[in-house]
């Protein structure tokens, strides 16, 4: 085994609340699978007794410990961005930051999140049509989520927020990104979802601490696909109403293990097996 091999490399997860996530053991069964000593660990900003000011104390805290990277989750995602030195193009894009590179002094932004949620509906949804979505929510996760299916060739996007002025952002954002697409700014949920092929839901509501659906329920119809990035817990109260009135889901899973097989390849140069970090999930998950 090599020198490289056998270097620690340390990683680790930003975020409020983050103390049930399944990312450290999705890293680092994957590190020892391909021999690397490979660590990653939790930076709970709610543990801490902190907020998302503190930041660029734990960036600088974390380039002094040597870790080679961070993952950035709710609700730090676009808050971490004036920290960095760089952007890759998918992050600048989005206007959002899930996995940080630490490398030779520099703080380099990525965005796996999209890719990974693209993974996941492409394999769990192959047959969804995308003339129009409906989408609840406008932060660092459906920025993600929109970009996703808008670049798989949604034709129109909805999008919802309890902030309006996230939805119209959003909405401004992705159509100066996608100008085939409609992308607008929702006003009436019930008229959106009677024309929608499907909903695309990425708020945390559902989480267990923000429990509840996140719409009336009987805007679900049969027809309506549902894509949840809620994955703790992986069936939500969404998915169970949805299932129950007969449409086909899409759990948080596959978005959750495909984002970290992204931050994987960034983190540690090296090519992840998806399959075997989407086995070791659904084993964790079982």
Not at 31 to 52: C, K, S, V
Not at 55 to 73: D, F, K, M, Q, S
Not at 179 to 195: E, F, N, S
């Amino acid at each position: 085994m090599t020198e490289t091999l056998l270097k620690p490399l340390k990683a680790g997860l930003i975020g409020a609340g983050i103390q049930a996530s399944l990312t450290p053991a999705m890293h680092m069964r994957e590190g020892a699978a391909q021999g690397l000593a490979y660590e990653y660990e939790l930076i709970d900003l709610n543990q801490r007794g902190i907020g998302p000011e503190g930041l660029p104390h734990l960036l600088g805290e974390a380039e002094r410990r040597g870790l080679c990277g961070l993952n950035i989750t709710h609700p730090c995602k676009q808050l971490v961005m004036p920290f960095l030195d760089e952007l890759s193009d998918e992050a600048r894009a989005l206007g959002a930051v899930n996995t940080v590179v630490l490398k030779a002094g520099r703080r380099i932004g990525h965005n796996t999140d999209w890719w990974g949620f693209a993974e996941s509906f492409r394999r769990g949804l192959p047959d969804a049509g995308l003339s129009h979505a409906v989408q609840l929510g406008a932060g660092g996760a459906g920025v993600a989520t929109a970009y996703a299916l808008l670049s798989m060739g949604l034709i129109a996007l909805t999008v919802f927020d309890r902030e309006a002025e996230r939805a119209e952002t959003l909405a401004a954002g992705m159509s100066a990104l996608f100008p085939q697409a409609t992308i607008v700014a929702g006003t009436d949920l019930a008229r959106a979802m009677h024309v929608a092929d499907g909903l695309i839901h990425a708020t945390p509501t559902g989480m267990a601490k923000y429990p509840g659906l996140p719409l009336p329920a009987d805007l679900l119809e049969a027809r309506h696909w549902v894509a949840e990035v809620v994955y703790f817990p992986l069936q939500t109260a969404l998915l169970t109403e949805a299932r129950r009135r007969g449409c086909r889901t899409l759990d948080g899973g596959g978005m959750a293990v495909f984002q970290a097989v992204g931050a994987f390849r960034h983190f540690t140069g090296r090519e992840p097996d998806a399959a075997r970090m989407l086995a070791h999930f659904k084993a964790l998950t079982a």
